[in-house]
């Protein structure tokens, strides 16, 4: 186990330790089952599954939770280390997830250290695309009248 200063040096290069982000865009839309972040971007139709540390990390982040709360927050996480943490802040910045905000960084919850600190995956993040053209299309105007949703017009 790592000291939480040692976290707090390494591995943040390249990341403000006072950074928060936000949810890049009204079109990405997302919701907690079980524990289990899904996130939707409604612009491309791509869907977005976390590991169970992955889960944590975006739930805390979405919320306004700054870096360098969370850092400290996950100095005792096996599956979670500061340089771990920004390539997955980074990879969330790249997807357009999520986006730098000048907002006053949040505290973490007082549960959330016990929570990364049991998660049993690394962080990480999964991309699908398989629904991505039953979710963008248009179902009042791109339909077939007499099959209906999800019949898509061919274009001829």
């Not at 790592?2 to 330790?17: K, T």
């Not at 971007?41 to 306004?64: E, H, I, M, R």
């Not at 943490?85 to 907002?103: H, K, M, Q, T």
Request: aromatic fraction near 6%.
């Amino acid at each position: 186990m790592r000291p939480a200063a040692a976290g707090l040096q390494s591995g943040v290069r390249n990341m403000p330790l006072s950074e928060v982000y936000a949810v890049a865009s009204k079109d990405i839309v997302f919701e907690s089952f079980d524990g289990e972040a899904v996130v939707l971007d409604l612009s491309n139709g791509k869907y977005f599954g976390f590991s169970d540390s992955g889960s944590k990390v975006w739930q805390a982040l979405s919320s306004g939770v700054g870096t360098e709360a969370l850092i400290r927050s996950a100095a005792g996480a096996a599956m979670v280390s500061a340089d771990a943490l920004e390539a997955f802040i980074a990879r969330l910045v790249e997807l357009g997830l999520l986006a730098p905000s000048g907002a006053t960084p949040l505290p973490s919850s007082d549960d959330l250290p016990a929570a990364l600190a049991a998660a049993s995956e690394p962080l990480n993040v999964s991309v699908h695309d398989d629904l991505a053209d039953l979710i963008t299309v248009d179902p009042i105007h791109e339909v077939e009248e007499p099959l209906g949703w999800p019949a898509v017009k061919q274009v001829s």
